[in-house]
């Protein structure tokens, strides 16, 4: 084989990896998800519409409560659906709960779990390139942010206490045994 020839097939192998790699790691969580999750009921839908309620949503996503997770986040390809953890509705802070809701809503309305999987192929693309995984971790840390404000902008709350309200969902990481998805509060 020429130099040019083992380039490609060494680049191609590296996408092959990154890929099956994610792929991987997308069925296991998905199959995880599935097994775990269960629907909220008509009764905790009423109080998660009441407390989305002045944040103004057009629709509201699917939302499914999970065994064995600590934190709220989004899953999904195009819009995701928002998963919380089992005893998240007996959060006794109802801001608390809002504001967590509201920071998820906003993954789902800016298609953050669309933009995910555009940067997963960019970078499977360009798996060799430092500045392309610094880029991604980048624009993550962007994307947390941006959900952030707008979550504030909307509900129209102090940053103090929506902060307060992540932290205390954060803090819930450490029982966690398995790890968060991208789309995750503690990005």
Not at 72 to 82: L, T
Not at 93 to 119: T, Y
Not at 158 to 182: F, G, M, W
């Amino acid at each position: 084989l020429t130099a040019h020839e083992w380039f490609i097939a060494i680049w191609i192998s590296g996408i092959v990896l990154y890929l099956l790699k994610n792929v991987l790691r997308v069925i296991r969580t998905t199959l995880v998800l599935a097994q775990q999750r269960r629907p909220v009921s008509p009764a905790e839908r009423t109080e998660i519409v009441h407390l989305l309620s002045s944040y103004g949503l057009k629709r509201l996503p699917k939302i499914w409560l999970v065994e064995d997770i600590a934190q709220p986040f989004v899953w999904g390809v195009c819009r995701g659906s928002i998963y919380l953890p089992k005893d998240f509705l007996r959060i006794t802070n109802a801001d608390h709960k809002r504001d967590i809701l509201a920071h998820e809503a906003s993954h789902i309305e800016r298609l953050d779990a669309a933009v995910n999987l555009v940067q997963i192929l960019a970078q499977a693309i360009f798996w060799f390139h430092p500045l392309v995984w610094w880029a991604n971790r980048m624009i993550r840390k962007e994307r947390e942010k941006c959900c952030d404000e707008m979550a504030i902008a909307r509900l129209k709350t102090e940053a103090k206490a929506y902060s307060a309200a992540l932290i205390d969902t954060v803090i819930r990481i450490h029982n966690l045994q398995r790890p968060a998805p991208s789309l995750a509060i503690a990005g």
